[in-house]
């Protein structure tokens, strides 16, 4: 079964200092990689993909993603943290030739001042 | 702003009844994706529609049902309604059915079945 696993529930960062939101995958063929972000009572928001090319994947915010085949990885990064980035942090994947994008269980990012 | 806009944003009813929770995607977007959240199940999806056609099926129960409208509006229907249904419903929608194209979220429905 094709699965997206965060195996952290929660990461607690110092502001100012760099963070890093793991991600692993298990989903057939090469897939497309996306990180969300949800702020409470609010929706999730695209931060940014991953399709194709570059391994580094810049987004919104400051925050970028790393993209490791090997390790079947795409873990979200940022090389200082603000308070205002606490948030739940979702990676989600989908097949490059179709299927149901598959989500991650979450993490909940904790930046204290 | 997503551009998805969902109504209501907080729905309280009994077990037994049945609800609609309405969804408007962003302009332009022909694809509509239903996901349940709650804190013991996570990020469920349950239902994806793409230009009024059902495109996928996920963890969607029997006595749930949506449909997508000529003008591309979708609404989940949850009937016999449980106290377990309590949750956030989200809906989503993209530029098109293609796997590469990101997601737009609304701020949800909060359902509260008491």
């Known amino acids: 079964a094709q699965s997206v696993a965060q195996p952290e529930d929660q990461v607690n960062v110092a502001e100012g200092n760099p963070l890093t939101v793991k991600c692993t995958y298990s989903?057939?063929?090469?897939?497309?990689l996306f990180w969300y972000v949800q702020y409470p009572n609010r929706g999730l928001q695209f931060l940014l993909k991953y399709i194709t090319g570059d391994n580094l994947v810049k987004g919104s915010y400051g925050f970028e993603a790393e993209f490791n085949k090997s390790q079947t990885s795409f873990h979200l990064k940022k090389p200082s943290a603000l308070v205002s980035d606490s948030a739940l942090y979702f990676c989600a994947a989908i097949a490059n030739q179709g299927g149901k994008l598959i989500f991650g269980q979450g993490t909940e990012l904790s930046v204290k001042p | 702003d997503s551009g998805v806009t969902q109504t209501p944003k907080h729905l309280i009813t009994a077990t037994g009844q049945r609800v609609t929770l309405r969804c408007s995607p962003r302009?332009?977007?022909?694809?509509v994706y239903w996901y349940q959240q709650s804190l013991d199940q996570g990020l469920q999806f349950l239902i994806q529609y793409y230009n009024g056609e059902e495109r996928a099926k996920g963890n969607i129960l029997e006595r749930f049902s949506a449909q997508q409208f000529p003008d591309l509006h979708s609404e989940l229907n949850l009937s016999s309604l449980e106290l377990g249904d309590s949750a956030l419903y989200f809906c989503?929608?993209?530029?098109?059915?293609?796997?590469?194209?990101?997601?737009?979220f609304g701020n949800g429905t909060r359902l509260t079945v008491t």
């Open positions: 989903v057939s063929g090469n897939p497309y």
């Open positions: 989503a929608s993209s530029t098109r059915t293609g796997t590469d194209s990101p997601l737009h």
């Open positions: 302009s332009g977007d022909l694809s």
